[in-house]
């Protein structure tokens, strides 16, 4: 058994749709433990770093912007594999094409322009679990 941990978020559109408990209640069906939570209004250096890899394409800083238009619940998941589990139950990072079953697929819609309004983030290698765990629980 590898236990692992990941860092959730669940992002502006999905704390303001009301969809916390749902991504929550998929997280702990699927067997994975919640080890840390909390409600964050999150500030501009928090975000820069979290999404340092994209700074530069066209849809960082609409990204940032969005990232700071609401409360936004962070959590640390632990469980067997839980890296590519997450990202497994979260799908692809269109809602459109992301696969019906998964977070995204279920209960994403598609804004057009505003892909950033997936519903969720989930820490893509171990090495950026850790270091994002840093960024949001230091
Ligand atoms: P992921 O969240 O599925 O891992 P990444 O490629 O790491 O996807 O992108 C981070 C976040 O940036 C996405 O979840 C989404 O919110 C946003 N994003 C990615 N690509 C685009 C784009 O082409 N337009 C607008 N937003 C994007």
Not at 48 to 63: D, I, T, V
Not at 128 to 137: C, D, K, L, N, Q
Request: zero cysteines; proline letters at 5%; glycine letters at 10%.
């Amino acid at each position: 058994m590898t236990t692992e941990r990941t860092l959730v978020l669940v992002k502006p559109d999905g704390v303001a749709r009301g969809l916390t408990g749902e991504v929550l209640a998929r997280i702990e069906a699927k067997g994975y433990r919640l080890a840390e939570l909390r409600l964050v209004h999150a500030e501009r250096a928090v975000l820069e770093q979290h999404y340092a890899e994209h700074r530069g394409k066209p849809f960082f800083e609409p990204l940032v912007e969005f990232m700071l238009s609401g409360p936004v619940v962070a959590a640390v998941v632990e469980g067997h594999r839980v890296i590519e589990g997450f990202r497994s139950l979260a799908g692809t990072t269109e809602p459109t094409t992301a696969a019906p079953g998964t977070i995204r697929g279920d209960l994403g819609r598609d804004w057009g322009e505003k892909v950033q309004q997936n519903i969720v983030h989930g820490s893509d290698s171990p090495e950026s679990a850790e270091r994002e765990i840093g960024i949001w629980f230091a």
